[in-house]
């Protein structure tokens, strides 16, 4: 089955610097890439995704680049804020599938931003 | 904007007893999903449910567990003599459809601490 492996487990920037997180994935039928953000004792949030017919996709600060080949996907957060502060998951999936597409999550990276 | 909600938000049980957690998913969505995250860990999938029936389940999801939608709007899940390993915090999620709006959307989850 899917795998999905997550680094850095903690990311710790000063504000206004960039955060990097990295995920590779097993699967190279996975096809759906989201990025959730999980702040303390919360739901996680969609934040960005990416699907497989697209290298990569921004929104305002957020970006997020995919390597099908290597199999591999990454989140760029620009202009870091203190709000940005939270723990972040990537996730993969195969869609569209009849039933439903059940989301493969990486272990998370807790990101500190300091002010 | 519409959101999955579940109850209760906390559960305090014996080991042996029977729990309940219910979500009430995004009303006109099709496809519903039980995840788990025990603390710390990274969040993982349990079973995905579409038209009245499961359509995919891990190896978490063993006899002890069950899923039903009882009526238009509820999604339950259930397990039946719950164990000291079950303590995690439980999420609901739900997805319009598989072709092509995927995003699947997270409720604020059920804590269950078994004791």
């Known amino acids: 089955g899917e795998n999905v492996e997550q680094h850095p487990s903690t990311l710790s920037v000063q504000e206004g610097d960039s955060a990097v997180i990295k995920c590779t994935y097993s699967d190279s039928a996975s096809n759906y890439f989201p990025w959730y953000k999980q702040e303390l004792g919360k739901r996680p949030q969609l934040i960005i995704d990416i699907r497989s017919n697209v290298g990569e996709k921004k929104d305002q600060r957020i970006a997020v680049t995919l390597n099908k080949t290597a199999k591999h996907f990454s989140l760029h957060i620009t202009e870091t804020q203190p709000e940005d502060s939270a723990v972040y998951f990537c996730?993969?999936?195969?869609?569209?599938?009849?039933?439903?597409?059940?989301?493969?999550f990486g272990a998370g990276t807790i990101l500190r931003v300091k002010s | 904007e519409p959101e999955v909600t579940q109850t209760p938000s906390h559960q305090v049980t014996q080991m042996g007893q029977e729990v309940i957690l219910r979500c009430v998913p995004i009303s006109n969505h099709l496809y519903f999903y039980w995840y788990r995250q025990i603390l710390g860990q990274k969040v993982e999938f349990l079973v995905s449910f579409y038209n009245n029936e499961i359509s995919e389940k891990s190896e978490i999801f063993d006899d002890q567990f069950s899923v039903e939608r009882p009526d238009g709007s509820n999604f339950t899940l259930k397990i039946r003599s719950t164990k000291l390993e079950d303590s995690a915090m439980y999420f609901c999620?739900?997805?319009?459809?598989?072709?092509?709006?995927?995003?699947?959307?997270f409720g604020p989850g059920t804590r269950l601490t078994v004791l």
């Open positions: 996730a993969a999936s195969i869609v569209p599938m009849e039933y439903g597409n059940k989301l493969v």
């Open positions: 999620a739900s997805s319009l459809d598989g072709t092509g709006r995927d995003t699947q959307y």
